[in-house]
């Protein structure tokens, strides 16, 4: 029985050629949409690879190869590494030999070949492809941060990253919107804004993306500028004995203080104690401001004019006339308002939140 066993088993093992197989891979192998076994690596890990041999000769031994467009070479024959920082070699059965790359670079993209020599110059073999990528970085040093920028004057936006592949670039507009280029995307590391505008104020998201992932850097811009300064009517009618409200908007950088508004009436400075002045601060660098005549008088009819000032000079300023009406005119809530009448409490809490509803549409 066991001689028959010999006879038929042997010449069988003798004959039959050594099968050679990578059956596992971490990270898994994928096959690509061209066909290949690929092992797609983030950089500094280590990537192992399984090699199974069947049939194998007791001689012969299983060797690792490298192959690059570059340079190839072999690795390993059996446990034995020829380059025991890069690679290793154990085996975790008797028929089993699993090559360990160690803190993958790109000089780990290759072909990896485990093979068996089978003849002359032939060999049964099995290959995975390894591709190491990295994870996008946007690099601080070249990549600007926040930034304020005097009004006319050029600049520019920048950022750049590592990555492997490289990453694409782009800049957006945080909000959405255009950018100075025309488009809502621009795709290069420098973004040429042109000569600076108040226009130019706001956040700006700088993607890097590659296969393997993104990074997203947001800069700032503000723009140093002489306000601008909008009147919400330009006419406004009251009779004689009511109360009328004049009402004015400023955008500019630094933000004009309550101090560098002024309402005027005939190039004189507006005073005394039938008008009230009201300032509030509202977002992207506005400010709202509020003249209130309590009892309007003939007197008090003709045009005003409102103007903002800060450290880059003066607004022009923006005129509204006060007409003569022969009716009261409700004002913005529908109410008429007599001078001598006194508000009620709620009247005030509507007229509140209708500024702070304003002061937010702005
Ligand atoms: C590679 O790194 C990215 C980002 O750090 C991560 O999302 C991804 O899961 C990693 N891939 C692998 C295969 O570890
Ligand atoms: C961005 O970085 C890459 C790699 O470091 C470099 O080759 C390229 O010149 C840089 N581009 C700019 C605009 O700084």
Same mark, same amino acid.
């Given at each position: 029985?066991?001689?028959?066993?010999?006879?038929?088993?042997?010449?069988?093992?003798?004959?039959?050629?050594?099968?050679?197989?990578?059956?596992?891979?971490?990270?898994?192998?994928?096959?690509?949409?061209?066909?290949?076994?690929?092992?797609?690596?983030?950089?500094?890990?280590?990537?192992?690879?399984?090699?199974?041999?069947?049939?194998?000769?007791?001689?012969?031994?299983?060797?690792?190869?490298?192959?690059?467009?570059?340079?190839?070479?072999?690795?390993?024959?059996?446990?034995?590494?020829?380059?025991?920082?890069?690679?290793?070699?154990?085996?975790?059965?008797?028929?089993?030999?699993?090559?360990?790359?160690?803190?993958?670079?790109?000089?780990?993209?290759?072909?990896?070949?485990?093979?068996?020599?089978?003849?002359?110059?032939?060999?049964?073999?099995?290959?995975?492809?390894?591709?190491?990528?990295?994870?996008?970085?946007?690099?601080?040093?070249?990549?600007?941060?926040?930034?304020?920028?005097?009004?006319?004057?050029?600049?520019?936006?920048?950022?750049?990253?590592?990555?492997?592949?490289?990453?694409?670039?782009?800049?957006?507009?945080?909000?959405?919107?255009?950018?100075?280029?025309?488009?809502?995307?621009?795709?290069?590391?420098?973004?040429?804004?042109?000569?600076?505008?108040?226009?130019?104020?706001?956040?700006?998201?700088?993607?890097?993306?590659?296969?393997?992932?993104?990074?997203?850097?947001?800069?700032?811009?503000?723009?140093?500028?002489?306000?601008?300064?909008?009147?919400?009517?330009?006419?406004?009618?009251?009779?004689?004995?009511?109360?009328?409200?004049?009402?004015?908007?400023?955008?500019?950088?630094?933000?004009?203080?309550?101090?560098?508004?002024?309402?005027?009436?005939?190039?004189?400075?507006?005073?005394?104690?039938?008008?009230?002045?009201?300032? &509030?601060? +509202?977002? !992207?660098?506005?400010?709202?401001?509020? =003249?209130?005549?309590? #009892?309007?008088?003939?007197? %008090?009819?003709?045009?005003?004019?409102?103007?903002?000032?800060? &450290?880059? +000079?003066? !607004?022009?300023?923006?005129?509204?006339? =006060?007409?003569?009406? #022969?009716?009261?005119?409700? %004002?913005?809530?529908?109410?008429?308002?007599?001078?001598?009448?006194?508000?009620?409490? !709620?009247?005030?809490?509507?007229?509140? =939140?209708?500024?702070?509803?304003?002061?937010?549409?702005?």
């Amino acid at each position: 029985m066991k001689l028959l066993l010999l006879f038929v088993v042997l010449p069988v093992a003798l004959c039959v050629d050594p099968e050679v197989l990578i059956q596992d891979t971490r990270p898994p192998t994928k096959r690509t949409p061209g066909g290949v076994n690929q092992i797609v690596i983030n950089k500094s890990e280590d990537a192992y690879l399984t090699c199974v041999v069947h049939n194998k000769d007791a001689d012969t031994k299983v060797e690792w190869r490298y192959w690059s467009p570059k340079f190839s070479f072999t690795i390993s024959t059996g446990q034995d590494s020829k380059d025991p920082f890069h690679y290793q070699v154990d085996q975790p059965s008797a028929i089993s030999w699993r090559l360990k790359i160690q803190n993958v670079e790109v000089w780990a993209n290759a072909r990896y070949f485990c093979q068996v020599l089978i003849g002359d110059k032939k060999y049964a073999k099995d290959e995975r492809t390894l591709r190491v990528v990295d994870p996008p970085k946007i690099l601080d040093l070249l990549t600007d941060s926040d930034m304020t920028i005097e009004e006319g004057t050029l600049f520019s936006l920048r950022c750049n990253a590592t990555g492997e592949p490289f990453p694409k670039v782009k800049w957006e507009r945080l909000a959405g919107g255009l950018l100075p280029s025309g488009g809502a995307e621009h795709a290069d590391f420098t973004m040429n804004m042109g000569v600076a505008t108040p226009s130019h104020r706001g956040a700006y998201k700088c993607t890097a993306e590659n296969e393997a992932g993104k990074d997203t850097r947001i800069v700032a811009v503000r723009i140093v500028f002489k306000p601008r300064v909008e009147q919400r009517h330009r006419v406004v009618s009251q009779a004689v004995g009511y109360r009328t409200d004049l009402e004015c908007t400023a955008a500019g950088y630094p933000i004009p203080e309550e101090s560098q508004f002024i309402w005027t009436k005939l190039g004189k400075p507006v005073t005394g104690g039938n008008y009230k002045v009201i300032y &509030i601060q +509202g977002a !992207s660098d506005r400010v709202f401001t509020k =003249l209130t005549i309590y #009892n309007v008088q003939l007197s %008090d009819y003709g045009l005003y004019s409102c103007m903002a000032s800060n &450290i880059k +000079g003066d !607004s022009t300023p923006a005129q509204i006339e =006060l007409k003569q009406s #022969n009716s009261p005119t409700p %004002d913005s809530t529908g109410q008429i308002r007599s001078g001598a009448g006194v508000l009620s409490v !709620s009247l005030t809490t509507i007229f509140t =939140l209708l500024l702070v509803c304003l002061l937010q549409r702005m």
